[in-house]
């Protein structure tokens, strides 16, 4: 009898105790912090990344409308320079894929340079005048005219990365099913015209 009662007051006892439930709450919510806390972590780390890539994409742009001629390498090794030192290291370039188009103008990247349809077939033919807006003695259809290149003075040239950033919270990683977050920034900029070089963008040709 004795026993019994010792066995219920033990259990009542049990019961109101409060020693350990810190320790057990923590235990349920340990985890969803740790969680929220690496997506807040990685979260910040790519916003970060966004802002030095575009940052440096425009100060890369800034001196590649110069047409300056470094005194070391090309200007487009110049201008890849300048893009790794804005992006402080947060970005690995060697692995960022760096694509740089050339257009005549803002009009031809999408439309090609101005033309008299002479016929009304709605498409350039051979004879037909047009505007040589880059001066290279033919007409440059829809689309980019050199890859690879800092453009011509006066050109149109439009400078992208991107970048799969590799996620480096193993947790988010598993949680998401993604390894890598693909990363995009993009420029388009006209070059400064040569004061010193024959002006024929206005010459219409045919």
């Not at 890598?180 to 045919?206: G, H, R």
């Amino acid at each position: 009898m004795r026993l019994n009662m010792f066995n219920r007051n033990a259990l009542r006892r049990f019961r109101k105790s409060e020693s350990g439930v810190t320790a057990v709450e923590f235990a349920f919510v340990a985890p969803i912090l740790m969680m929220l806390s690496c997506g807040l972590f990685e979260v910040s780390l790519v916003m970060a990344s966004m802002v030095t890539l575009e940052g440096g994409l425009k100060e890369a742009s800034r001196y590649g409308i110069t047409g300056q001629t470094p005194n070391v390498g090309t200007r487009e090794q110049q201008i890849k320079a300048i893009l790794a030192q804005h992006t402080l290291k947060l970005i690995d370039l060697t692995t960022a894929t760096i694509d740089i188009k050339t257009f005549s103008s803002f009009s031809t990247a999408k439309d090609g340079e101005p033309y008299a349809d002479a016929n009304g077939n709605q498409a350039y033919d051979v004879g037909e005048p047009y505007s040589d807006l880059n001066c290279n003695n033919t007409r440059d259809d829809k689309g980019e005219i050199g890859t690879n290149t800092a453009g011509q003075p006066g050109q149109v040239v439009q400078y992208t990365v991107n970048y799969d950033w590799q996620i480096l919270t193993p947790l988010i990683s598993h949680l998401w099913g993604k390894t890598s977050i693909p990363m995009s920034a993009s420029i388009i900029v006209k070059n400064e015209p040569n004061l010193y070089s024959d002006y024929c963008a206005a010459a219409t040709k045919s």
